[in-house]
């Protein structure tokens, strides 16, 4: 690495003083990116797991569905369809981790039962209908750790990306050219002392 700077204690304490700070921009920034990577670690966890229960839980409703629709014909299920009264509301917030923010998602559903006259419906039909309101709180869940998922990984990829510019560019040019110049002022300072002890040589001899 080429070092242009002159041999100056000047340039001597800045290039001190550059290191110091890289090094704890560097420190810092690795702790960022261990926390992420950590959180990222644990809500990969979660999204695997919210991903498997809405699967295992959409798949069990729709053969709900499936099995009312044999009983009742599709006629009568659209018709009950229209009757169900649900209503959802979401509410959404955030919060920031490691100066990232991410979404908190409140879903709130709204029931007016009965739907319909229990008279020739299938039991299936209110089971798939429970089955399908849990299912949107699921969704919502779902969505939360997925967009947090989606956000932490873009700054950690961020973080890793600044990491690796201090570790392999910033702190080894800093560190050399602390070297370098500490060196040549030493070089500079053994030259002027051998210098002065010819000059008093010369002195003596005289």
């Known amino acids: 690495m080429r070092i242009t ?13 550059s290191l110091a700070l890289t ?16 959180e990222l670690s644990a809500i990969i966890d979660s ?16 053969r709900l569905v499936d099995k009312a629709t044999v009983a009742l014909g599709r006629k009568r299920m659209e018709e009950l369809s229209f009757s169900v009264d649900i209503k959802s509301e979401m509410a959404i917030s955030q919060r920031r981790i490691m ?14 039962p009965p739907y319909y006259s229990l008279h020739e ?17 699921l969704l919502a869940a779902l969505a939360e750790k997925k ?9 950690a990829q961020k973080t890793i990306r600044k990491v690796k510019a201090l570790e392999k ?9 602390f070297k370098y110049i500490g060196d040549r002022l030493d070089e500079e300072s053994r030259d ?15």
């Open 5 to 17: 700077l002159a041999a100056t204690k000047t340039n001597l304490l800045n290039v001190k003083k």
């Open 23 to 38: 090094q704890e921009g560097y420190n810092l920034l690795d702790e960022k990116r261990r926390i992420l990577l950590e």
């Open 47 to 62: 999204v695997d797991s919210y991903q498997e229960q809405t699967d295992l839980a959409l798949a069990e409703a729709y």
């Open 99 to 112: 100066g990232v923010g991410v979404p908190i998602i409140n879903l709130s559903v709204q029931e007016n």
């Open 121 to 137: 419906v299938n039991l299936n039909v209110d089971e798939a209908i429970a089955k399908f309101r849990d299912i949107l709180k």
């Open 147 to 155: 967009i947090t998922l989606m956000r932490l990984a873009q700054e």
């Open 169 to 177: 560019i910033y702190l080894p040019y800093y560190k050399e050219a």
């Open 192 to 206: 002027s002392f051998a210098l002065l002890k010819l000059i008093k040589k010369e002195k003596l001899r005289q």
